[in-house]
């Protein structure tokens, strides 16, 4: 650090006040990864162990009309 008139200045890793190593930028990586591979399994095992509807039946989200 030094000073010229009025004026302080600092070398840029002192003003930054923390590492230069980019592990922040592997725990993001690796975080959003497990995070969609985490979301993926839960939606795959979900459509797998749903009931599916048969090759003649109708899809819908409305109950069927008695007869």
Do not use: C, F, K
């Not at 840029?12 to 990864?33: I, P």
């Amino acid at each position: 650090m030094r000073y010229e008139g009025d004026e302080i200045h600092i070398e840029t890793d002192d003003a930054r006040a923390g590492e230069n190593s980019h592990v922040g930028r592997y725990v993001l990586a690796v975080s959003l990864a497990l995070a969609i591979a985490a979301l993926s399994a839960i939606w795959i095992t979900g459509a797998l162990t749903s009931p599916q509807a048969g090759s003649n039946d109708r899809v819908s989200n409305q109950p069927t009309p008695d007869r």
